[in-house]
């Protein structure tokens, strides 16, 4: 799978370098383009940003380097060619990012990153590039950051792993919390008594039937405290609001 990520902040992306993802590169699993957006400017203060038509707070981004930018990565756009690519805006408008988008886009041969900064990219941007390529705007969640770079880290963390033979164990990732529609249970390791805390007897009981009935019925528990609204309807019980314990 290939990755280009286009951004005005590119040593964001030294992180991809460590762990799962970072060995995923070197095995040739992933690979990974960072483009500096600047690049593709022509003025001596390289600027990617101005104010908005209509008035109001803050900057956009200006097209002219974007669209530099994804002629470079997807070729040329009067050649009437298009590209297998998908290309992606991390937006707060956009569809809501989850596990299901995640394998979804684990499946794709290439996927390119737009992202923004200040008020977002002139909307014109991405007009043009679905002219020749499939283009989907992706939200993180409801909430605003402050740029498209840790909403790209976390999509990248969340498909990477699902390309197969990133994560070793491919068992480990099938019963996940949000794999398997409810959250995860519970996990522990050794020691079997820490600071006064016991590790669940079941879980030590080898009894694996008992052990998968106790999973369950803890993941149910945990789903319908924090995240009732993941319940199929017959197992959502009595409805009430997440709490914090
Ligand atoms: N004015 C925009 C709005 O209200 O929709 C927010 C712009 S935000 C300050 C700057 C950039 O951060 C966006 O262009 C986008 O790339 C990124 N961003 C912010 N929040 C995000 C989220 N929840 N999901 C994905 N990307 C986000």
Same mark, same amino acid.
């Given at each position: 799978m290939r990755l280009d990520i286009i951004t005005i902040?590119?040593?964001?992306?030294? $992180?991809? *370098? $460590?762990?799962l993802l970072g060995r995923a590169r070197r095995d040739g699993l992933l690979e990974l383009g960072v483009h500096d957006l600047r690049q593709w400017t022509h003025d001596r203060h390289r600027t990617v940003d101005d104010t908005p038509y209509g008035g109001g707070a803050g900057m956009v981004m200006r097209p002219e380097p974007w669209g530099e930018a994804f002629d470079a990565l997807l070729g040329p %756009? *009067?050649?009437? &060619?298009? %590209?297998d690519a998908l290309v992606v805006f991390p937006t707060p408008a956009g569809v809501p990012f989850t596990q299901a988008l995640a394998r979804q886009l684990a499946a794709e041969p290439r996927i390119v990153f737009a992202c923004g900064r200040y008020?977002?990219? *002139? &909307?014109?941007v991405a007009e043009h590039v679905a002219g020749r390529a499939r283009v989907l705007e992706v939200s993180l969640g409801d909430y605003v950051l402050n740029g498209g770079e840790v909403a790209v880290m976390a999509m990248i963390e969340a498909i990477g792993r699902l390309?197969?033979?990133?994560?070793?164990?491919?068992? %480990?990732?099938?019963?996940e919390s949000h794999e398997a529609g409810l959250l995860e249970h519970p996990s522990y390791t050794k020691p079997q008594t820490w600071r006064g805390l016991e590790v669940p007897e079941v879980l030590r009981s080898g009894n694996h039937a008992a052990i998968a009935a106790w999973r369950h019925e803890q993941a149910l528990e945990r789903t319908r405290r924090?995240?009732?609204?993941?319940?199929?309807a017959d197992e959502a019980g009595e409805g009430g609001q997440p709490s914090a314990n």
């Open positions: 902040f590119p040593e964001f992306f030294g $992180v991809l *370098d $460590v762990s %756009s *009067d050649d009437g &060619a298009g %590209s008020e977002g990219i *002139d &909307a014109r390309v197969p033979g990133v994560v070793g164990n491919p068992e %480990s990732l099938v019963e924090v995240r009732p609204d993941l319940l199929p």
